[in-house]
């Protein structure tokens, strides 16, 4: 079945440094979305991306899309505290009615 | 438009007791999904349903737990007998088409004593 994998699972950072983690697929995908859940919260939708090679902004969080629609990567500029949580990516596969399949997420704590 | 809701937020059960966990969808979304999620771990998908019907139940252990949604009213997560291993952050989302944006309720936590 498909596999959407997230390593590290964590990541420590300093504030005001960037901040880079990848989503890698083992099938083809459709479309890509990310999620944030915050210590204590519930996930949040973020962003979907569906085109190969797109890149989507928003402030300071990039979102790129692999040309072969089976990777993509989270880039976050100057990190925050508010920056802190999990990140998760979910893969919709390329096939009729496939299911959205998350990745395990990957804690981002920063430290201030 | 009210988000995905869910109750209770918190519920704390006895061994051997039975978890009722319920999840009201997004008004417009009959694509519902329940998540499992222990301590610092990631999102394990539970099941996927449709009004009346399972259409994914692949992440549902095989004893003990059970899932539904009916025509009408909200979405039931069953756990019977319940056991400390249990103990776990369960999320419902809904989304309006399959595979489409899930949006997550708050998830009720349950503790078994």
């Known amino acids: 079945g498909q596999q959407v994998m997230q390593i590290p699972q964590y990541q420590h950072v300093q504030e005001g440094e960037d901040f880079t983690t990848y989503c890698n697929s083992s099938t083809t995908l459709s479309n890509i979305q990310w999620y944030k859940q915050r210590p204590g919260g519930h996930p949040v939708f973020l962003i979907q991306l569906v085109k190969s090679g797109e890149v989507k902004k928003q402030k300071r969080l990039t979102f790129q899309f692999g040309e072969a629609k089976k990777n993509s990567s989270l880039h976050i500029t100057a990190t925050q505290t508010t920056d802190v949580g999990t990140y998760f990516c979910a893969g919709e596969g390329a096939g009729a009615n496939s299911k959205l399949t998350f990745g395990k997420g990957i804690t981002l704590s920063v430290r201030p | 438009n009210a988000g995905v809701m869910q109750n209770p937020r918190h519920l704390v059960r006895r061994r051997g007791q039975e978890a009722r966990l319920r999840c009201s969808p997004m008004k417009g979304h009959s694509h519902v999904y329940w998540y499992r999620q222990l301590p610092e771990e990631g999102l394990k998908f539970m099941v996927y349903l449709q009004k009346e019907n399972i259409i994914d139940e692949s992440g549902m252990p095989k004893e003990r737990f059970s899932a539904e949604f009916p025509k009408e009213g909200p979405s039931i997560l069953r756990i019977q007998q319940v056991v400390r291993g249990d103990s776990a952050a369960y999320f419902c989302?809904?989304?309006?088409?399959?595979?489409?944006?899930?949006?997550f309720g708050p998830g009720t936590r349950l503790t078994v004593l």
């Open positions: 989302a809904s989304s309006r088409l399959v595979a489409d944006t899930q949006y």
